[in-house]
């Protein structure tokens, strides 16, 4: 996992045009009594250094990229140290792995509170960008996914899917319609809501391909899946909610349900940077 998150590292410097990358790799407690560390007091700063240089081979060995890099190795529970590194770096974007069969919590714990956007890389997964999944509903937080989606495969020739899943209410029954007449007019009304947005989009090299989807389960997130596989894209990219004290806290249930059940396409969840810590440093001034 160590190796496909510092060559997509590599990757991201490229596209993103980064100025500085650095490398965190978290020693879990070592839970030993402290009279066993009393007696054996460079026991913790062998254990730092050995990973430390192991990073520095992995590194040396799969970064392929000419920007500076740093090398932060901690020692304690992992999303705290990562999002303690995270608060006081202020990066653009950090990206963990997950393993296909667990680590969801992790991805999860961090999205929560990260005070960035998050990018989720499953393991044996080169990140691509010629294929983009982003699931519009035309609020503020699936505009601001978009706008960042553009910015970054600025100068790539992407195609840009803009999914938009709509639902048939239970009153259309008052309509004197049935359920499938009902259904062609909302997916009017999304196809000419995408079309409206893709019009007053500016892109560059990028292409915008619009995609309406009926919900019929109540279970949007499983269609937006199904259809990103169809589709067979590269990367699917949500945004955090923020508008309001409480959302700024919490990443949406949407996006949380994503990082649930998709554990095989790349996932990039959009947060303004700096939302969290302003909120935080908020409360803590109104405590």
Known sequence: MDQVLIENACIINKIAETTEITFINVIKDFNLPDSVLEEFPNLLNK???E???EIKYLIKTYFKCDVSTNILIKQGGETKEILKAANDLKPDLIIIGRKKL???VLCIRIARRSPCSLLVIPEKTELKFDKIFIPVD???YSSISLERTLLLTKKLKSEVYLQNVY???SSYRYSDMTYEEFADIM????SNDLEVLIKKTETQSQKLIPVTSLDKKGKIINLILETANKKGVDMIVMGAKGRTVASVLFIGSKS?????INNHIPLMIIRKKGAVTGI?????KLG
């Open 47 to 49: 254990a730092l250094e």
């Open 51 to 53: 990973r430390r240089n």
């Open 102 to 104: 667990n680590d969801s």
């Open 138 to 140: 035309f609020s503020d």
């Open 167 to 169: 639902q048939v209410p």
């Open 187 to 190: 997916k009017g009304h999304a």
């Open 256 to 260: 949380e349900r994503m990082i649930r």
């Open 280 to 284: 935080l440093k908020a409360l803590k």
